[in-house]
């Protein structure tokens, strides 16, 4: 065995990239690495390695022996470098800096990721959608998209997620923690997304804007179901009676038709409402309140149906049409009126009434 030279002296060079070594069998060794030599491979999984010590510590991993260990929290590791690097957590050493912002790292690797986001260099790249990305971690997070793999579990509800972040949020609805609080009123969030959605209202920043009518938004979902107003499509179906709607909501609302669920009733005269927005329409009857006002005659309505009927008026826009005798009329509730000339009905007669909003 070759005796190690004393005094640091690194007598034995490699000519590739000139790194020097104390001993002999080391530059051999690191050969290897040029030449591309990996004389040991995993019997179980097949991986091949340039160093024996390196093949001993990746068996860790089929094993699952973890021989080194913290002695602050009692973390376990597979590889000896591993549980330096961890130390340093707790002593709060950071032995890498950035040379641009002056950042310090505790681990090597760390500082190599960081450092990307000053060369804009992405070396990592998905093979299946060509995506790229700065560190090896955030691409095998990636893959997990295409290999549906979802390795973290909540204990609670079974849910899986790709990403050990995303259950760390989704554990937050079982605990009911909130810790993102808006600074304005008090509002608490789960996520930081929301925290900062939510502070869109209070700056009135609308960075969702349409392509089409210009109208901008705050939530980029809510640009997404405007612009079906312009696509025209009707997502969402009715089981029963095949009417389509652009909105989840408006679906839901329809289906009370079918129900006959009626879950909005008015505290005053306890009527009860389809959707909140008859409700909030009828509450005007007992407050009064008319904020539908027209623009030529100054008259004033509790309902904008009210007003656009009432315009008819002014713009002598009549579009129910007498299909008999070519009569036109500026309320369908005239139009119904009307026909009974041609039926001979007379609703005097019948037993119950049946009252009709004209529209």
């Known amino acids: 065995m070759e005796e190690k030279v004393q005094n640091e002296e690194k007598p034995y060079k490699c000519d590739v990239c000139m790194s020097g070594f104390t001993r002999k069998e080391s530059l051999r060794i690191h050969m290897r690495i040029h030449i591309g030599e990996k004389p040991y491979k995993c019997d179980v999984c097949m991986s091949e390695f340039t160093r024996k010590g390196s093949l001993r510590n990746h068996m860790r991993i089929h094993t699952g022996e973890k021989p080194y260990k913290c002695d602050v929290c009692m973390s376990e590791f597979t590889v000896k470098g591993h549980l330096r690097d961890h130390m340093r957590i707790h002593t709060g050493e950071k032995l890498y800096k950035c040379d641009v912002c002056m950042s310090e790292f505790t681990v090597k690797r760390s500082l190599r990721s960081h450092m990307s986001i000053h060369t804009g260099e992405k070396l990592y790249k998905c093979d299946v959608c060509m995506s790229k990305f700065s560190c090896n971690g955030n691409l095998r997070s990636h893959m997990r998209i295409h290999s549906g793999e979802k390795p973290y579990k909540c204990d609670v509800c079974m849910s899986e997620f790709t990403q050990k972040g995303n259950l760390r949020s989704h554990m937050r609805i079982h605990t009911g923690e909130k810790p993102y609080k808006c600074d304005v009123c008090m509002s608490e969030f789960t996520l ?110 509790t309902l904008k149906g009210s007003l656009r009927r009432h315009m008819r008026i002014h713009s002598g826009e009549k579009p129910y049409k007498c299909d008999v005798c070519m009569s036109e009329f500026t309320l369908k509730g005239s139009l119904r009126s009307h026909m009974r000339i041609h039926t001979g009905e007379k609703p005097h007669e019948h037993k119950h009434l049946n009252v009709f909003y004209d529209t």
Do not use: A, N
């Open 192 to 301: 930081k997304g929301s925290l900062r959605r939510h502070m869109r209202i209070h700056s009135g920043e609308k960075p969702y804007k349409c392509d089409v009518c210009m109208s901008e938004f705050t939530l980029k979902g809510s640009l997404r179901r405007h612009m079906r107003i312009h696509s025209g499509e009707k997502p969402y179906k009715c089981d029963v009676c095949m009417s389509e709607f652009t909105l989840k909501g408006s679906l839901r609302s329809h289906m009370r038709i079918h129900s006959g669920e009626k879950p909005y009733k008015c505290s005053v005269c306890m009527s009860e409402f389809s959707c909140k927005g008859s409700l909030r329409s009828h509450m005007r009857i007992h407050s009064g309140e008319k904020p539908y006002k027209c623009d030529v005659c100054m008259s004033e309505f």
